[in-house]
Structure formats: C-alpha cells, structure tokens
C-alpha cells in the first residue's frame, strides 16, 4: 500500500523533471555517402527530405529536388504542396474521408466500425494524404544518426480520426556508387488501413539550362494505369494503357502526347496525376526510370510497393529556393514532376481489387523504396 504522503510526493515528480525543450523539428541533418555521390538533408518534420545533391554529367553536384529555403513553411505554407516528406497514415485519396474494416464498397457512417477522417480536398468530397494533419505535418523525433544515415520515429495516436496508434519508424540512408534508400516499418495497435507514401519531386536540371521537367526522359514499368472520377477518386477499372498517353513501358519525353492530356488530371489541367500498376516485382526491377538530357542525371527506382503515383506538378505555384533561382521566381505548372511508391490508392474503399490494406497487432507494414542515380552522356 502507497502512503498518502508518499503519493503525493509522486505527483511532484512530473515538476522535478529537469526541463528539457522540445527538439526544433526543422533542425536539418545531412547525410552524404562518402564517395561524394550523395548528400542529402532532412527535417524531422516530416522525416522531409529538404536538399538532395547529385553530380551531374560534368561532375557538378546540382539539387535535384524542390522545396524551401525556410522549412518552417513545411508547416506554414497554406498551398501545402506536400514537399519530399513521408505521407501518411494513408498517403492520396480516400472517398469521402470514410471507411469501413472490414473494407466495404459504400460504408455510411454512423455504423458499425465506419471511420470519418477529416475531408481537404475537392470541397470536402474526400481526404488527401491522411487528414488535415497527416504525417507529413508532424513532429517526427530523430532516434539516431551517423554520417551516412537517419532515423526518425513518429507516434500516430489515433490522430485525424484513425482507428488506433501507429508507431512508425523512418530511415533515410545513402551509399557509395549514388545510392539513397528510404524505409518505413509501422506498427499498429488496433487494425487499421495503413499506406505510405514518399513524395519526392524532382527537377533533375535543377533549373540550369531547362525550366521544367517536360522534357526529362520518363519509363514505368507499367500496363494498367487506375481509372478516376472527377474527384480523382478510383472508379474500380484499371486501363490498359496500349495506345493511351499513359504508355510509359518505352521511355518517352513526359510530353510525348501532352496534347491528349488536357483535362486528364481534372478541370483545366494539363499532364498527369494518376495512379500506375507496376507489372513486375519492383524491388528488383526498377519500376521508374527518370533522366534528364541537360544534366545528364538519372534516377533508378526500386521498391516493394505495388503502384506508384506520378504527378506533373501542374497546381505548383511557390517561390523558388535561393539555389533555384528564387525567391522571384516561383516553381509552376510542371517545374517538377512528384514520383510517389505507394499502395493501389483508395483500395479501402475499392473491395472488388480484393488488394489488403488493413494492418494491426498481426501484421506490421514495411515501404522500402531504393533510388539509384548515374549520368548518361
Ligand atoms: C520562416 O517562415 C516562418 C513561418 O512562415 C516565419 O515566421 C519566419 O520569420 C521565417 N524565417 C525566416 C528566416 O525568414
Ligand atoms: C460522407 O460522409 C458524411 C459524414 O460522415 C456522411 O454524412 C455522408 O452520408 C457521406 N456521403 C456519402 C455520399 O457517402
Ligand atoms: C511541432 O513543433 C512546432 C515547432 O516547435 C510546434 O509549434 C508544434 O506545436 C508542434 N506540433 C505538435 C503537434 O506537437
Ligand atoms: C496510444 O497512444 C496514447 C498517447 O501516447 C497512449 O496514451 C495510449 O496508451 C496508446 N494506446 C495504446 C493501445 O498503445
Ligand atoms: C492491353 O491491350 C493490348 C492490345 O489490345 C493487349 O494485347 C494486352 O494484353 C492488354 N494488356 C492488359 C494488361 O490487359
Ligand atoms: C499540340 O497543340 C498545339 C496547339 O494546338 C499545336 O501547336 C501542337 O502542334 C500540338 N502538338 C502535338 C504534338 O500534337
Ligand atoms: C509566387 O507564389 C506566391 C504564393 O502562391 C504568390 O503569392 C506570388 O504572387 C507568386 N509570385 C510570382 C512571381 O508569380
């Protein structure tokens, strides 16, 4: 038995705590391979991405990804372009912020096991990138670091309305020979969808001899591409992409069919936001393939995800950073293109593709995605 003095005592210990301030989530930690291949750096808001440095055909380390130069806006910034962090707990679209688990093809809440999350986009027909506050406008702390690598852990306590706390695990390493690998393992306590989502966008130019990314060399390794509503949301068909400006399976210049692209990423948009459906095991094949002709860069991408988003920036509209030619001049339509490994999307609400997305106590979740850079002549 606890005596009351000594109870009381107790409840003293939480002022005795030497007080220790909160780390400053947008510290930067770099990271670089020791060849000089790589450097990168982060934030731990977000696990972001803030800089990546790769040399380019003529030996000049160029920054191959866009962003700011002042990473409070990560959290500031009302555009919220999602720069280069870790999306989740469930990275794109999800109908009417609603789900079910089981999963069911129209749940409506209030119902058993129906779950509402916060609507952000399309006028609130459906949630982007997993709420208001999604992972990747989170607070991450750094668990540890080196040299060539950095972990960073984020605890997801049942926030924006999921069911249950995921804890998660983020590790950003780079190699010699022009290597950067992410992964991601989360584990639930309660079922739940989980599906992650990097969204790195990439200039390979840099804005040095091209403005945008139009003509930078694209390959997926992919024959089905998800058919979406006006919402961007799936409508169940996935199409074959033979003879559409989706076919990708032979590199081509992103804008080989720009014309037959208007309107293809809803109202008024030219280019691409769409969901593909890699056709091999991706993480021993490469599933993208994306090189530049100015800079001579190029980006291999392995991963263990299933599908990959790829999103020509058209809603871009943000001053540059300093090294981008900022800040007067502003990153627009097609500056960069987003290449995101993720899960089919909206799968949750998409039961005929019998794909399963729902984690929990038995099973845990892993994204791995490995980008390899060379130069071409
Ligand atoms: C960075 O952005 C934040 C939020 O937008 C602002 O309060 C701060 O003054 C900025 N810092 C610098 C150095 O410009
Ligand atoms: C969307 O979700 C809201 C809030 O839970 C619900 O009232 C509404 O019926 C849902 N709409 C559709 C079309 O399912
Ligand atoms: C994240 O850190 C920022 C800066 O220290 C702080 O303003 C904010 O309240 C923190 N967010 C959460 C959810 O703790
Ligand atoms: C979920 O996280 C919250 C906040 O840290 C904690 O209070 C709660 O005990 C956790 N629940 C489980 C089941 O781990
Ligand atoms: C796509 O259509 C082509 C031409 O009709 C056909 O040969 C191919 O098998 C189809 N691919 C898939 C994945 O359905
Ligand atoms: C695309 O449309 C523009 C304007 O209508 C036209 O000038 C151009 O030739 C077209 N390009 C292709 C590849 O069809
Ligand atoms: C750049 O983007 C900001 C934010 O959207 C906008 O306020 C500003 O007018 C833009 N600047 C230019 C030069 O277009």
């Known amino acids: 038995m606890i005596s009351k003095w000594f109870k009381s005592l107790l409840a003293l210990v939480p002022l005795l705590r ?29 696990a972001t991405m803030t800089e990546l440095w790769i040399k380019d055909r003529f030996g000049n380390p160029r ?16 555009a919220h372009p999602v720069f ?24 409506q809440p209030p119902g058993p096991n129906v779950y509402h999350i916060p609507t952000n986009d399309h006028d609130g027909q459906d949630t982007l990138h997993g709420g208001i506050y999604g992972w990747d406008r989170r607070n991450w702390t750094i668990v540890s670091k080196s040299p060539t690598s950095v972990t960073y852990h984020h605890l997801d306590a049942a926030d924006e309305g999921f069911p249950g706390n995921v804890s998660a695990y983020t590790t950003h390493t780079v190699e010699n ?10 584990t639930a306590t309660e079922l739940t969808p989980i599906m992650l989502t990097q969204h790195i966008y990439w200039n390979l130019d840099a804005f040095q ?5 139009l003509n930078h060399n694209l390959r997926v390794d992919a024959s089905r591409v998800v058919e979406v509503d006006g919402d961007a949301i799936p409508t169940g068909n996935l ?3 033979t003879d559409t400006p989706w076919d990708f399976r032979t590199p081509q210049k992103i804008d080989y069919r720009w014309n037959e692209t208007v309107g293809l990423c809803g109202g008024g948009c030219s280019g691409y936001d769409h969901c593909w459906i890699y056709d091999h095991p991706e993480d021993t094949n490469p599933g993208v393939s994306l090189w530049s002709d100015v800079s001579g860069i190029r980006v291999d991408i392995t991963t263990n995800n299933p599908a990959t988003q790829v999103y020509t920036g058209y809603w871009l509209d943000t001053p540059r950073k300093k090294v981008h030619g900022g800040p007067s001049l502003n990153y627009t ?9 993720e899960g089919y999307i909206d799968a949750i609400n998409t039961p005929e593709w019998g794909v399963n997305q729902i984690y929990g106590p038995d099973r845990d979740y892993t994204w791995s995605t490995t980008y390899k850079f060379s130069t071409v002549q």
Request: no cysteine; hydrophobic share 40%; charged share 15%.
């Open 84 to 107: 280069n962090p870790i999306v989740g707990r469930y990275a794109n679209r999800i109908k009417n912020g609603t789900f079910s688990i089981p999963i069911t093809k129209y749940p």
């Open 18 to 46: 030497p007080v220790v301030a909160d780390p400053w989530p947008f510290d930067v930690t770099t990271i670089a391979a020791p060849d000089g291949s790589v450097t990168a750096k982060f934030v731990s808001f977000g």
């Open 63 to 78: 920054d191959i990804i866009i962003g700011y130069d002042n990473n409070t806006e990560l959290l500031t910034d009302p």
């Open 209 to 213: 001899g091209s403005e945008n990314i």
């Open 177 to 186: 020979g022009g290597v950067l690998k992410t992964t991601v393992h989360a």
């Open 333 to 341: 339509s097609y500056s960069a293109v987003a290449i995101e490994q």
């Open 239 to 241: 199409i074959n992409v």
